[in-house]
């Protein structure tokens, strides 16, 4: 007699990477200084260093995340820098 075949469970789900929240400082240089705040119902997104207290703000949708608002304050930095 032979054995029943089992049924194969499904694979587990690979976990998401998280993303960071904090950042480094593009004017003071210390690393993991700069916290992001999502204010969804305003709409605004603001980034603020805790060592030298550089802030920044801009309007946000509903996908956004910490990142996008952090990438936004060094691409608006570069700009100023170009110009």
């Given at each position: ?22 950042f480094a400082c593009p004017f003071c240089n210390a690393d993991k200084s700069v916290g992001c705040e999502m204010d969804r119902e305003r ?41």
């Amino acid at each position: 007699m032979g054995k029943r075949k089992s049924s194969a469970k499904p694979p587990p789900k690979k976990a998401r990477p998280k993303l960071e929240t904090t950042f480094a400082c593009p004017f003071c240089n210390a690393d993991k200084s700069v916290g992001c705040e999502m204010d969804r119902e305003r709409n605004v997104g603001a980034v603020k260093c805790t060592q030298c207290k550089a802030q920044w703000s801009t309007k946000i949708h509903s996908l956004s995340e910490p990142i996008d608002v952090y990438s936004e304050w060094i691409d608006a930095c570069e700009a100023e820098n170009a110009s």
